[in-house]
């Protein structure tokens, strides 16, 4: 199974909208709307922002958004902040019932 | 509240063997899917394994065949065991738990433990 397509990297200033976008196949993006998004600070755990292509987990900031076309999803996040600055991965569930991640996006506020 | 804490990782050599923990609580194993996800340094994060409530149990193919995951419900706690270690299975290997219902992605994680496979 190959890793879903992310950016390397992207960046933003503060109050700005930025978008990540996560490209896979017919066999996982493009089959479910069981996609996730997380969050990853350098040495932390993962944290889960969105999953089911839209929804947000309690407490996560209403800043962070999903969406799909197709078999690409995308990650929004507004109003960028500092501490926005991260790693940001996508995550599908596939046809296999398996999972696959995206390589991850570096997201730097400027 | 859900805690998912790892242990078991550790400097090994290629060719050994290794078993992983992650004891759980707030939730039981065997209600809800769960997995194991690691990072090898500098890298992204890799799917690794998963275990669903009613027993399936999946795996990347890099590992297919060499590792195996398991749950024991009545000490809660979810295992992962690696034979045939090689190098290229050096990360940070990360406990996961997924939900009772559809496939939601991974709520809730632990801290991660650090598996160094290397001569």
């Known amino acids: 199974q190959s890793a879903l397509t992310q950016p390397a990297s992207v960046s933003g200033s503060p109050g700005q909208s930025i978008t990540i976008s996560c490209t896979g196949t017919?066999?996982?993006?493009?089959?479910?709307?069981?996609v996730s998004w997380y969050q990853q600070y350098f040495g932390k755990a993962p944290k889960l922002i969105i999953f089911?292509?839209?929804k947000r987990p309690s407490g996560i900031s209403y800043r962070f958004s999903g969406s799909k076309s197709g078999k690409t999803a995308s990650l929004t996040i507004s109003g960028l902040q500092a501490d926005d600055e991260a790693d940001y991965y996508c995550?599908?569930?596939?046809?296999?019932?398996?999972?696959?991640f995206g390589g991850g996006t570096k997201l730097t506020v400027l | 509240e859900v805690q998912l804490v790892e242990s078991g990782g550790g400097l090994i050599q290629p060719g050994r063997s290794l078993r992983l923990s992650c004891a759980v609580s707030?939730?039981?194993?065997?209600?809800?899917?769960m997995g194991w996800v690691r990072q090898a340094p500098g890298e992204g994060l890799e799917w690794v394994s998963v275990?669903?409530?009613?027993?399936?149990?999946y795996y990347t193919d890099s590992v297919q065949g060499r590792f195996t995951i398991s749950r024991d419900s009545s000490s809660n706690t979810l295992y992962f065991q690696m034979n045939s270690l090689k190098v290229e299975d050096t990360a940070v290997y990360y406990c996961?738990?997924?939900?009772?219902?559809?496939?939601?992605?991974?709520?809730?994680w632990g801290r991660g433990t650090l598996v160094t496979v290397s001569s």
């Open positions: 017919s066999s996982d993006v493009g089959n479910y709307n069981y």
């Open positions: 707030g939730f039981s194993v065997r209600s809800n899917y």
């Open positions: 996961a738990e997924g939900g009772a219902g559809e496939p939601s992605g991974f709520q809730h």
């Open positions: 089911h292509v839209t």
């Open positions: 275990i669903y409530s009613g027993g399936g149990t």
């Open positions: 995550c599908s569930y596939t046809i296999t019932n398996k999972w696959v």
